[in-house]
């Protein structure tokens, strides 16, 4: 079994960060959407008011996956959430329990904040995502369908 951690993002983790995010991109086939830059990711994480957080896992010193979430709010709950915008853990190092070591540690996060659900979605068509997350318990909201605006 490989030697690896998972920790906070720091800065001078915005390059690693973007790399990941290209790697999801591929996998996704939506690598022609990313315009993320390093700077983007430095401020959204760091800057004045961060808007995102990210748990970095590595290999060594090799960065090899990310969550990166942020708050959202139930008004139904009457209480913030935490929302995973991103997991990702490269071919190479996946099997080795660095996905669901990220989840348990955003589930960790999310009570320790007195978050009252952790949300995220998976494109229909990765069926091993999906499968992961039904082997943790979490439930496909089948009722619901993303809209969105760009721009």
Same mark, same amino acid.
């Given at each position: $079994?490989? *030697? ?8 001078? *983790?915005?390059?690693?960060? !973007? &790399? ?7 996998? =996704? ?18 800057? =004045?008011?961060?808007?995102? =957080?990210? !748990? ?11 969550? !990166?979430?942020?708050? %959202? ?21 996946? &099997?080795?329990?660095?996905?669901? #070591?990220?989840?348990?540690?955003? #589930? ?9 659900? $952790? =949300?995220?979605?998976?494109? *229909?068509? %990765? ?13 496909? $909201?089948? *009722? ?8």
């Amino acid at each position: $079994m490989s *030697d690896w951690s998972i920790r906070p993002a720091q800065p001078g *983790d915005e390059a690693s960060i !973007l &790399g990941l995010i290209r790697s999801l991109a591929r996998y =996704e086939q939506l690598e022609h959407e990313v315009e993320a830059t390093p700077a983007l990711i430095a401020d959204a994480l760091f800057g =004045e008011t961060p808007s995102a =957080e990210a !748990l970095v896992a590595h290999v060594g010193e090799q960065p090899v996956g990310f969550a !990166l979430f942020f708050h %959202n709010f139930s008004t139904f709950l009457g209480r913030k959430g935490l929302y995973l915008e991103d997991l990702y853990v490269e071919p190479s190092a996946r &099997g080795q329990g660095i996905g669901r #070591a990220l989840l348990r540690a955003l #589930a960790r996060i999310a009570l320790e904040r007195g978050c009252g659900r $952790m =949300e995220w979605s998976v494109l *229909d068509w %990765n069926t091993p995502a999906i499968e992961f997350y039904q082997t943790l318990g979490a439930v496909p $909201m089948s *009722d619901w369908t993303v809209n969105r605006l760009d721009q």
